[in-house]
């Protein structure tokens, strides 16, 4: 099965060139990675690099706007999450691969509704390592939470799930196995957290939204 770490950040937006983290992302058991700022997909040392956009999503509008202007051109399009009503409008966007840093927004910013929505669209829901790594204290337990009901609720309605490093250097890179263990901590058994592993496969394999055009 492939193993993708979903969001690395190669130089110049990290320290760290993009033929380095090839290596060091072979050696830690992953096949690909989803890189930020790089023009087109590419494959160094085995390991193949999706094109990632991510869009800090401030408005629908500004959504809309971005994918329309990357028009097609990223391999995955991912979102940062908001509050419910935005959530709910992006998972049901054409074009929007990935919705990121739901741990950080209100527990009901990704109820149900939105997770019907991410699992009827094939729209993946990310886990971000950093969250169980670099968070402390009451931020961490928090963040934790959200974590874990994302861990519930993909598994009662089946969305898709990632799992991001969001490294910027080597140092931020983790291990095939030590991120099912992290997923582990908030519920994902083995086949779940190597599921979410190649999640960014299923979202980018999915079938294209049908086009009607009107005579």
């Given amino acids: 099965m492939f193993s993708t770490d979903a969001t690395v950040h190669p130089y110049p937006a990290g320290d760290t060139s993009l033929r380095r983290f090839a290596l060091e992302l072979r050696s830690l058991g992953y096949d690909s990675a989803v890189a930020t700022g790089i023009a087109e997909r590419c494959e160094y040392e085995g390991v193949s690099f999706l094109r990632g956009t991510i869009i800090p999503g401030a408005s629908m509008k500004e959504v809309i706007r971005a994918v329309r202007e990357d028009r097609g051109a990223s391999d995955v399009v991912m979102v940062c999450a908001g509050d419910m009503s935005f959530n709910r409008a992006v998972l049901t966007y054409p074009g929007v691969h990935v919705l990121k840093g739901v741990h950080a927004v209100h527990r009901s910013a990704f109820d149900h509704v939105a997770a019907r929505s991410a699992a009827d669209r094939g729209v993946a829901v990310d886990i971000d390592l950093t969250v169980m790594t670099c968070l402390k204290g009451v931020r961490r337990q928090r963040a934790m939470e959200r974590l874990s009901d994302v861990a519930r609720l993909s598994r009662k309605y089946e969305f898709p799930l990632t799992v991001s490093s969001g490294a910027h250097s080597l140092l931020g890179v ?12 908030i519920g994902l058994d083995d086949a779940e957290a190597a599921a979410a ?7 980018v394999d999915r079938p294209k939204p049908v086009e009607v055009i009107e005579w």
């Fill in 197 to 203: 592993l190649g999640g960014v496969r299923t979202v």
């Fill in 174 to 185: 983790r291990s095939v196995r030590a991120a099912i263990h992290l997923l582990s901590v």
